[in-house]
């Protein structure tokens, strides 16, 4: 059994529809996988019937600490996601897409780019417009090579704009209130001084199985759960597309997803909410 607790879909900036994303987990053995698109549950809302049982509801949080992003999935327990997410994520889509206008804008102007502000916004009613979106229509627009591209969307590019000022602890206690299981998501991504930040024991789990991880960081981060008395996640973070690695990529299994099954409510042998 293979169990990825981290992917998009196109309700974010990914590129696969849940049906799409829901065939790509079956052809890579994945039994169950989460939606966490970046901080929005429209994605999540829009699961269908017939896949609720093994698509596990959830979002990807932005926070903000010493100068990076610090990024938390919430798998909601019992499959339920409250009204107040529901609304913060309709307000959040709009601060997404007057960034992304504010970022593209500046990309034109400092480093003399093409944009297509039309094309990247034509769906910013339902999807969470993010760096992968405007990265992709970069590329599109400039013939740029995905390592290129990124140099412009990248925290350190003069056009770069912070998403959040939440703080982590605040981001964990917002989730907390709102029926989710908390993860800290890519650790392995965070500076050093960054992770020494932040308080694990608040998590409930940390992602120490994630595609870009290193020789022993698994297990460096194995231990730091073991000592914060949190569990261990893992997730490929598949957005579709070449900027990340494919469903499937990083899993947990049966007997690792076992605890974070029983914290949310779903039953691991049955693939059903309890």
């Known amino acids: 059994m293979k169990v990825d607790l981290h992917n998009h879909s196109y309700y974010s900036d990914g590129v696969d529809s849940i049906d799409g994303l829901a065939k790509k987990a079956k052809l890579a053995g994945v039994s169950v996988f989460a939606l966490t698109d970046h901080d929005s549950v429209i994605g999540a809302l829009n699961i269908p019937e017939n896949l609720k049982n093994t698509i596990l509801p959830g979002i990807e949080l932005s926070t903000y600490l010493n100068g990076e992003s610090v990024h938390i999935v919430g798998l909601f327990k019992d499959g339920v996601i409250p009204d107040e997410m529901i609304k913060f ?18 990309i034109k102007e400092i480093y003399g780019l093409n944009v297509d502000l039309d094309d990247l916004l034509k769906s910013a009613d339902k999807t969470a417009v993010t760096r992968g979106n405007m990265l992709r229509n970069l590329m599109k627009c400039n013939e740029l090579t995905l390592q290129e591209a990124q140099l412009y969307i990248s925290n350190k590019s003069k056009a770069y704009i912070p998403m959040s000022k939440m703080l982590p602890n605040d981001g964990i ?10 993860i800290l998501a890519h650790p392995v991504l965070l500076k050093k001084e960054t992770l020494e930040m932040l308080d694990l024991s608040l998590f409930d789990a940390i992602e120490a199985r994630y595609p870009k991880n290193g020789t022993g960081d698994f297990e460096y981060f194995a231990n730091l759960a073991k000592q914060h008395k949190i569990l261990i996640s893992a997730g490929s973070d598949c957005h579709g597309d070449l900027s990340h690695s494919n469903i499937g990529t990083s899993c947990l299994t049966k007997e690792e997803f076992k605890p974070i099954a029983f914290s949310i409510g779903y039953d691991e042998e049955e693939l059903k909410w309890k």
């Open 89 to 106: 994520s309709k307000d959040f889509l709009a601060k997404r897409k007057e960034r992304a206008i504010q970022m593209m804008n500046k």
């Open 173 to 182: 206690d917002f989730l907390k209130r709102n029926n989710c299981f908390t």
